[in-house]
């Protein structure tokens, strides 16, 4: 098992970037409580300050990035201060850990365990450990290279050029091989984003337009219930319409009942209240009534609360559109007064 500290440090360690330490001392004058330290950026957990000879860890702080020490109080003309720990060469611990989690991502993207269960670090297979650590040396080596391309080279004119430019080369040089080292990995043992993977296309039925359910194979002598297989669905093409009112997105959740509450303020003492779920934005037949509830707390404060069953939620599709409306008495006109979307999490099936 894995975590992501392991991870990090593996990073360092390809980027040289292990941490070394640091004793600094200098006099306060009197005047500030901020002070600029030799060495960044630095380890905060690391970091150790005493004003003569008076541990005061706990009342500094430390800019890690740059190396800015900042005390709660402003030390006296001639304090003796000293400040031990260790600084980094590239970056810091949150930074480092920012190129791990963004490379567990990637490379694990849509894949799942032997078990089925969505890949995690602590889960993550010994042999896994190494590209994902390649995979985010490259990030960072992206950011330093970054960096490097605002440097220009330098000419004197005595003739002398020094080619700082010939820095951000090296880094491209380094980062395409780093990338090249993890797609071998990758496509060696099968794994991340150029492993090779047998995929199941998706069947539609002709007469009914419905998916045809795919399931996982099992061993001729395998008398266990089939695991149905959860294949992503494409968009083709899809956009979602959008409402000219003032949109809300709800999100219902299959076979689970349903409330949701709005407020309102005005008069609703000549009007009624209904509420609607539809197949498309701005048609007039509704799918599916809201049975709705108001309460007031005074004439012109009133809550309005929305409600479906879990038989009715059983039935929704994964995306529908939904509006409240006020029915006036007067002549029975309709007014929008709320619309939006209408999301469904369906419901795990295996």
Known sequence: MTTVANLTDLVRSELGDISKSFVMQFVADGTTNRFTLHYAPVN?????????GVDVSSACSIEEATGVLVSNTV?????????AGDYFRYFTTPEIQKFVDAAFLQHSNNRT???GRVQTITNLPPVEVYPVAILATTHALYTLATDASFD????????????????YRQLMDMLNARKEQYRELCVLLGIGMFGIEVFTL???????????????????????????IELQRPTYGDKPSEHPYDSVEL????DVAFTYSLPYTGDLTTKGVIANIRWKAGVEQSHLPFTVSVTSTSSTSHTITLNLTQDQTRRLAQRMYWDVQF?????GHIETYKAGKLFTVREVTT
């Open 113 to 115: 365990d032997s078990l």
């Open 202 to 228: 998706r069947r539609i039925s002709k007469t009914t337009n419905h998916y045809i359910p795919a399931y996982r194979p099992q061993e001729v002598d395998d008398y266990s219930y089939p695991e149905r």
């Open 251 to 254: 999100t219902a959740y299959q």
């Open 44 to 52: 905060a957990d690391t970091l150790y300050v005493s004003f003569d």
């Open 327 to 331: 029915v006036y008495d007067s002549d």
């Open 152 to 167: 220009i080279n330098i000419s004197a004119p005595d003739g002398v050029m020094i080619p700082r430019a010939e820095r």
């Open 75 to 83: 030390p006296l003309d001639g304090v003796q201060i000293l400040v």
